[in-house]
């Protein structure tokens, strides 16, 4: 990677450099647009070891598939530095991109900066983290099945969590921890499905010879398990678009919030004109392969804008030479009706 100096300008400037990001900038780049990628170095999904649900790279690490998209990035004319931005800022009909690499100007804006997993605040829980401490039956569940697996309750995903790893595995026990009253039909729902739940405050995470065995409760009480399942509360890294009036907003499930994104439209509009926003910055359930078609729609869609723009221009342009040809004509019309006494 290269650091900018001074202040350039590109077509679009896009900001994160995971699935979202680099599919959008391949696209953009695909289109002759000078694009530049800010990228943090910091993926949602680094603690994983393999990435899953994505067809025709199924298992590959994400580290790996990160790095092929930079070098497709590449290969189209796109740059890619490395670097946090601090802030945007809208700057006539364009925008400045304040980050640690420098200051560039961008006629267009696309957003792929991701979130972060705020996790429990449970002792060895944060190590295991992506690896078997868990959040998603779809990235990991199969290689968890027939395992023993404890959900751990904070809030009200938990019984759903449930239901999705009881598919996975017969071994399925819910740890109450410090989750609300569950209600009478999440209730009977566990009892039919054979679950086991287990009151008490997980205490700590057990791990032996770098793996998950189990749960320490309050009193002593161990807990054995494979694998511990856990939902994050999900935060959109969002603060820099603060000076563009883009904040992200609560999202709220069966009445608790469950996380903030960033509200967007179709193709990732957003509520200011010319920048687009594409991932799990915007969208919180957002697996590898959805962000990556997210991040294709929005860099469309800019090239899109930016096509309308230049066509606006070049027919400004056209019209002008007659305008003004006009405006003379009209002038020396009036000229002479003054000579003649009209």
Same mark, same amino acid.
């Given at each position: 990677?290269?650091n900018?100096?001074?202040?350039? @300008?590109?077509?679009?400037?896009? $900001? *994160?450099?995971? %699935?979202? #990001?680099?599919?959008? !900038?391949?696209?953009?780049?695909?289109? +002759?647009?000078?694009?530049?990628?800010?990228?943090?170095?910091?993926?949602?999904?680094?603690?994983?070891?393999?990435?899953?649900?994505?067809?025709?790279?199924?298992?590959?690490?994400?580290?790996?598939?990160?790095?092929?998209?930079?070098?497709?990035?590449?290969?189209?004319?796109?740059?890619?530095?490395?670097?946090?931005?601090?802030?945007?800022?809208?700057?006539?009909?364009?925008f400045?991109?304040r980050?640690?690499?420098?200051?560039?100007?961008?006629?267009?804006?696309?957003?792929?900066?991701?979130?972060?997993?705020?996790?429990?605040?449970?002792?060895?829980?944060?190590e295991?983290?992506?690896?078997?401490?868990?959040?998603?039956?779809?990235?990991?569940?199969? @290689?968890?099945?027939?395992?023993? $697996? *404890?959900?751990? %309750?904070? #809030?009200?995903?938990? !019984?759903?969590?449930?239901?999705?790893? +009881?598919?996975?595995s017969?071994?399925?026990?819910?740890?109450r921890?410090?989750?609300?009253?569950?209600?009478?039909l999440?209730?009977?729902?566990?009892?039919?499905?054979?679950?086991?739940?287990?009151?008490?405050?997980?205490e700590?995470?057990?791990?032996?010879?770098?793996?998950?065995?189990?749960?320490?409760?309050?009193g002593?009480?161990?807990?054995?398990?494979?694998?511990?399942?856990v939902?994050?509360?999900f935060?959109?890294?969002?603060?820099?678009?603060?000076?563009?009036?883009?904040?992200?907003?609560?999202?709220?499930?069966?009445?608790?919030v469950?996380?903030?994104?960033?509200?967007?439209?179709?193709a990732?509009?957003?509520?200011?004109?010319?920048?687009?926003?594409?991932?799990?910055?915007?969208?919180?359930?957002?697996?590898?392969?959805?962000?990556? !078609?997210?991040?294709?729609?929005?860099?469309?869609?800019?090239?899109?804008?930016?096509?309308?723009?230049?066509?606006?221009?070049?027919?400004?342009?056209?019209?002008?030479?007659?305008?003004?040809?006009?405006?003379?004509?009209?002038?020396?019309?009036?000229?002479?009706?003054?000579?003649?006494?009209l």
């Amino acid at each position: 990677m290269e650091n900018t100096g001074g202040t350039q @300008e590109h077509d679009v400037v896009v $900001i *994160g450099g995971g %699935a979202a #990001g680099l599919s959008g !900038a391949v696209a953009l780049a695909r289109s +002759r647009r000078s694009v530049l990628v800010i990228d943090s170095g910091a993926p949602r999904n680094a603690p994983a070891e393999h990435m899953h649900n994505f067809l025709s790279r199924d298992g590959l690490p994400p580290r790996e598939l990160l790095a092929l998209g930079r070098d497709e990035v590449v290969s189209y004319g796109g740059r890619i530095v490395s670097g946090r931005v601090g802030a945007v800022e809208r700057d006539g009909d364009g925008f400045l991109v304040r980050a640690s690499s420098g200051v560039v100007r961008a006629r267009k804006v696309l957003v792929a900066t991701g979130l972060v997993d705020e996790l429990p605040e449970v002792p060895g829980l944060r190590e295991r983290w992506g690896r078997d401490v868990l959040h998603c039956p779809f990235c990991h569940g199969w @290689e968890v099945r027939d395992q023993r $697996i *404890g959900v751990l %309750a904070t #809030g009200p995903m938990a !019984a759903h969590q449930v239901m999705l790893f +009881r598919q996975l595995s017969d071994r399925v026990v819910l740890l109450r921890h410090t989750g609300p009253a569950l209600g009478e039909l999440a209730e009977e729902q566990l009892r039919a499905r054979g679950v086991e739940t287990v009151d008490g405050v997980v205490e700590q995470v057990v791990s032996v010879a770098d793996r998950l065995v189990g749960v320490r409760l309050a009193g002593d009480r161990d807990v054995a398990l494979d694998a511990l399942v856990v939902a994050p509360r999900f935060v959109a890294r969002a603060d820099f678009l603060a000076p563009l009036g883009l904040h992200p907003v609560d999202e709220v499930r069966d009445g608790h919030v469950i996380g903030s994104a960033v509200p967007s439209g179709p193709a990732g509009a957003t509520a200011v004109p010319g920048v687009r926003i594409a991932g799990n910055v915007t969208d919180l359930s957002g697996q590898v392969i959805t962000s990556a !078609a997210a991040g294709l729609m929005a860099g469309a869609a800019l090239n899109g804008e930016l096509v309308n723009d230049e066509t606006a221009a070049a027919v400004a342009a056209l019209r002008e030479p007659f305008s003004h040809e006009a405006e003379r004509r009209l002038a020396a019309v009036v000229a002479g009706g003054r000579r003649h006494g009209l």
